[in-house]
C-alpha cells in the first residue's frame, strides 16, 4: 500500500483517534482510552488497507463511476473498521468476560502442550463427578492414600477421552463467548463526516487512484 500521497497522516490518525476517543469517553467513561502514538498511527493504516481491500472484494463499479465517489464509500468503509477495531481492543478488551475468556484461551493452550496438566485435571474432574460435587453442598477429601491411588488410577485410564470431549465442549464455549462480545457494537462513534475536519480530499482521491491500481 503506498501512502505518499497523504502529506501527514500521522496527523490525519491522531486527529481521528481523538475524535472517536471523545464520543467513546461519554459512552463509557470508566474506560482508559490511552493509546502510544506509534500503536495509533498502525491501526489507521492497518484500517486504511482494510478497507482498500474491501473495496477490491466488493467492487462498488457504480460508485465508482461516480466523481468523488472515494469520499463517501471509502470513508464509510474507512470509519467503520476504524470504529470496530477501536472498540474491540478498548471497549470490550477492558471487560471482565473478555478477560476470562482470553484466560480460558491461554489456560487451553497450556494444557494441550503439558500432557501431564490434562492427567492431573482428570483426577480432579473425576473424583468431583464422582463425589456428586458440586450437587452435594461440599466437596468430599476424606479419602485414604490407598483410595486415592486406586482412584488415580482408574482416572487415568481416560484421561485422553475426558479432555478430547471437553477440550471441544470449552473450545464451543469460547468461540460463542467471543461472538457474544463482538454482538455488542454499541453506537459508532465515527462517521465519514468527521474525516472532513482533517482528510484533504484531493488527497485522499491521489490515494485511492494509485492504490486501487496497485491492488
Not at 472517536?20 to 470508566?30: E, L, N, P
Amino acid at each position: 500500500m503506498e501512502l505518499t500521497p497523504f502529506k501527514d497522516l500521522n496527523a490525519i490518525a491522531l486527529k481521528t483517534f481523538r475524535v472517536w476517543s471523545k464520543q467513546a469517553k461519554y459512552h463509557y467513561q470508566s474506560v482508559d482510552f490511552y493509546a502510544a502514538e506509534e500503536q495509533i498511527v498502525q491501526d489507521f493504516t492497518s484500517a486504511l488497507e482494510k478497507s482498500l481491500e474491501e473495496i477490491k472484494r466488493k467492487g462498488y463499479e457504480q460508485h465508482r463511476q461516480r466523481p468523488g465517489w472515494g469520499s463517501s464509500v471509502y470513508l464509510t468503509l474507512l470509519a467503520k473498521n476504524l470504529h470496530f477495531y477501536w472498540h474491540n481492543v478498548f471497549v470490550l478488551g477492558a471487560s471482565p468476560e473478555y478477560k476470562t475468556a482470553v484466560w480460558l484461551r491461554a489456560t487451553l493452550s497450556y494444557i494441550d502442550k503439558h500432557p501431564e496438566a490434562i492427567k492431573n485435571i482428570n483426577r480432579l474432574y473425576t473424583a468431583a463427578i464422582e463425589q456428586r460435587f458440586p450437587f452435594e453442598q461440599q466437596e468430599k477429601t476424606m479419602l485414604s492414600k490407598d483410595e486415592i491411588t486406586q482412584h488415580h488410577l482408574v482416572a487415568d485410564l481416560n484421561y485422553t477421552m475426558n479432555w478430547d470431549m471437553h477440550r471441544k465442549q470449552l473450545t464451543e464455549q469460547l468461540k460463542e463467548t467471543f461472538r457474544e462480545l463482538l454482538d455488542q457494537r454499541g453506537p459508532r462513534f465515527l462517521s465519514p463526516e468527521n474525516f472532513y475536519e482533517f482528510i484533504d480530499l484531493q488527497e485522499l482521491d491521489n490515494f485511492l487512484e494509485l492504490n486501487l491500481h496497485i491492488l
